[in-house]
């Protein structure tokens, strides 16, 4: 599978294969975490949230892992497909009074059959 | 649908003329948001409503900017005497409550092209 350190704005993967994708987040003051897919032409579509007080969240398929020591967070997407080609950003929220998602930058994920 | 509906999907602009831009929400959802998303980029938060209470317009990036929800439901995002900087994809997203611990549900946003 392709994994990456630091955050690359393009992952390509082929069919099958897993995927890491990563992401540094700004403020060691937040405490939720979410991920997004974008596609082509739609708005940003929930994947995943993980809270400051856990360190890995599973879904189906998706894997958030969360390191709060070098802020750093990373999506897992096991046996990547074609209908994962997608923009993926994370984003978070600050504190527990705060409500606007902040956006870190995206990584355009391509997978080939 | 299910899902947060925006409306036009589309808006094409001159410059210098004002517009508006609308959000359904999901049903029951008591907070919304509305973001703006330059080509390329992640969305950048623009302002948020709790029920019909703007309670942080921090993002607006002028005064020509304006934002309501006068129900608590649907929500109009108006943009007075456009330039071309405002072009981008406007984007509204839900959420059940206030609690911060609760994701965003976005719609498809409208693009907005300011000639």
């Known amino acids: 599978g392709e994994s990456v350190g630091l955050h690359l704005p393009t992952l390509s993967v082929q069919e099958g294969d897993n995927s890491i994708i990563n992401c540094a987040y700004s403020?060691?003051?937040?405490?939720?975490f979410i991920w997004y897919k974008q596609e082509s032409g739609k708005g940003p579509q929930f994947i995943i949230d993980i809270r400051s007080n856990m360190d890995k969240r599973q879904g189906q398929r998706v894997t958030v892992l969360l390191n709060k020591t070098v802020k750093h967070l990373s999506l897992q997407i096991a046996a990547t497909q074609p209908g994962d080609s997608a923009v993926y950003f994370c984003a978070e929220i600050l504190n527990q009074a705060g409500t606007a998602l902040i956006f870190g930058k995206g990584t355009t994920l391509s997978v080939s059959s | 649908g299910a899902g947060v509906s925006q409306s036009p999907r589309y808006k094409v602009a001159k410059r210098g003329q004002d517009v508006a831009l609308r959000c359904d929400p999901i049903s029951g959802h008591v907070s919304l948001f509305w973001y703006q998303q330059a080509l390329g980029q992640g969305p950048e938060f623009l302002t948020y409503f709790q029920n019909e209470a703007q309670l942080d317009k921090s993002g607006l990036p002028s005064d020509r900017f304006f934002a309501e929800r006068p129900e608590g439901s649907v929500s109009t995002l108006k943009i007075q005497r456009t330039q071309q900087e405002d072009s981008a994809v406007y984007l509204c997203?839900?959420?059940?409550?206030?609690?911060?611990?609760?994701?965003?549900?976005f719609g498809d946003g409208t693009r907005l092209s300011i000639l």
């Open positions: 997203a839900s959420s059940l409550n206030r609690n911060s611990n609760q994701p965003q549900h």
């Open positions: 403020n060691s003051a937040s405490d939720y």
